[in-house]
C-alpha cells in the first residue's frame, strides 16, 4: 500500500537559517512525488514535484527537494527561511502505475520561521 | 500557472438543508476533479474522485447519497450536501488534474481555496 510519513509535527528554525521538513514514502514502482503548502484556511498551493531526472528538484518561493530513492525520502528544503514561510507543509506522492491519480498525503508539518 | 476557484468561500446552513459548492478551473481543462474534505489541524481526506462526464468515484466510508458529485464540464465540478448535520461541518478542498505540459502521468493537482461549511 501506499503511504507517506512526516515524521515531525513541527518545525521550528529562525528567520535566516536554512530549514528542511521530512518526507518518506513508500509505494510499488516508482514513485511521483509533490510538496504542497497551505496557509490558514486556504487551499494547498503547490510547490514543486520530482517525476524523474535530476534528484534536485527546485520549486517555487525558493524551495527545493532531494529525492533519495536508497531512503525513499523527499525531504523539502530551504537555505534561508523567512517568518512568511511560517504554513502547513503536505508531501504527497502518486505511484506511476496508479492509473487513478489519486495523491496520497502527509499528516502534514507546521513549520514555524521565528523572527 | 493552473488557477482552481471555490465558490462559496464560507457558508452556514441550518441542519437538514443541502448545500451545493462550486469548483472551476480557471484556465485549463480538467477531465478529473478531486473532493477532499479536512479536519482542523489534520492531512487531507479524499473523498470521491470525480470524472467529466461520468459518475464519481467515492471512496470507502463516503455516502454517495450524502455527497453529490456533478462533473457537468471540463471546467466545473459541484459537491452538494445533502441534508447536512452539524458533524459535516468541515473545511471542504477540490484539485483538478491540469493535463498541460506533459503526458497523463505526470500531471500535478492544482487545489482550490476551500469552502469552510457550518452546520447549525
Known amino acids: 500500500a501506499q503511504s507517506v510519513a512526516q515524521p515531525e509535527d513541527q518545525v521550528n528554525v529562525a528567520e535566516g537559517n536554512p530549514l528542511t521538513v521530512k518526507c518518506t514514502y513508500s509505494?510499488?514502482?516508482?514513485?511521483?512525488l509533490f510538496w504542497y503548502v497551505q496557509y490558514p484556511n486556504r487551499g494547498l498551493q503547490f510547490l514543486l514535484k520530482y517525476i524523474t531526472g535530476d534528484n534536485l528538484v527546485k520549486g517555487s518561493y525558493g524551495f527545493e527537494a532531494e529525492f533519495n530513492k536508497s531512503q525513499t525520502s523527499f525531504h523539502l528544503k530551504k537555505p534561508s527561511a523567512l517568518v512568511s514561510d511560517s504554513a502547513l507543509y503536505f508531501c504527497?506522492?502518486?505511484?506511476?502505475?496508479?492509473?487513478?491519480?489519486?495523491?496520497?498525503f502527509g499528516s502534514g508539518t507546521r513549520l514555524l520561521v521565528r523572527p | 500557472g493552473a488557477v482552481v476557484s471555490q465558490h462559496p468561500s464560507w457558508v452556514i446552513c441550518k441542519s437538514g438543508t443541502s448545500v451545493k459548492i462550486e469548483c472551476r478551473s480557471l484556465d485549463f481543462q480538467a477531465t478529473t476533479m478531486f473532493w477532499y474534505r479536512q479536519f482542523p489541524k489534520q492531512s487531507l481526506m479524499l473523498m470521491a474522485t470525480s470524472n467529466e462526464g461520468s459518475k464519481a468515484t467515492y471512496e470507502q466510508g463516503v455516502e454517495k447519497d450524502k455527497f453529490l458529485i456533478n462533473h457537468a464540464s471540463l471546467t466545473l465540478s459541484t459537491l452538494t450536501v445533502t441534508s447536512a448535520h452539524p458533524e459535516d461541518s468541515s473545511f471542504y478542498i477540490c484539485?483538478?488534474?491540469?493535463?498541460?505540459?506533459?503526458?497523463?502521468?505526470?500531471?500535478?493537482?492544482?487545489f482550490g481555496p476551500g469552502t469552510r461549511l457550518t452546520v447549525l
Open positions: 509505494v510499488s514502482g516508482n514513485p511521483y
Open positions: 484539485s483538478a488534474r491540469d493535463l498541460a505540459g506533459g503526458p497523463p502521468s505526470t500531471d500535478t493537482q492544482y
Open positions: 504527497a506522492v502518486r505511484g506511476w502505475m496508479d492509473s487513478s491519480y489519486k495523491l496520497i
